[in-house]
Nanobody
Framework: QVQLVESGGGAVQAGGSLRLSCTVSGLRDIFRSSMAWFRQAPGNEREGLAS???????TYADALQGRFTISQDNAKNHLYLQMNSLKPEDTGMYYC???????????????????WGQGTQVTVSS
């Protein structure tokens, strides 16, 4: 059974940092080529933030302006999102996901992700 469990969310002031973690179990590499982080704010669609493919290639949403960094451990059992210089507009529920986008250009499209965690809340105050 595939399980993705996020942790590390919380409340932080603008300019602060958080590191989100996602623990992955029951997922074989042949069933995924990419892991990614998504965010959903109330009333908004789920947006892709960062993805990392099995070959190590990463993609990021342009709007992040280099503030976030995605990484994973060698065993690919843990996915991370380091978030720096947080802004109030970063507030939302953050999800990790596993899937198989057909190419890196689709790495931030939630359509290609089949397995999702339950989310962890991030709240940034001004």
């Amino acid at each position: 059974q595939v399980q993705l469990v996020e942790s590390g969310g919380g409340a932080v002031q603008a300019g602060g940092s958080l590191r989100l973690s996602c623990t992955v179990s029951g997922l074989r590499d042949i069933f995924r080529s990419s892991m990614a982080w998504f965010r959903q704010a109330p009333g908004n669609e789920r947006e892709g933030l960062a993805s990392i493919f099995n070959n190590g290639r990463t993609t990021y949403a342009d709007a992040l302006q280099g503030r976030f960094t995605i990484s994973q451990d060698n065993a690919k059992n843990h996915l991370y999102l380091q978030m720096n210089s947080l802004k109030p507009e970063d507030t939302g529920m953050y999800y990790c996901a596993a899937g198989s986008p057909s190419h890196a250009g689709l790495g931030l499209d939630p359509y290609w992700y089949n397995d999702w965690g339950q989310g962890t809340q991030v709240t940034v105050s001004s």
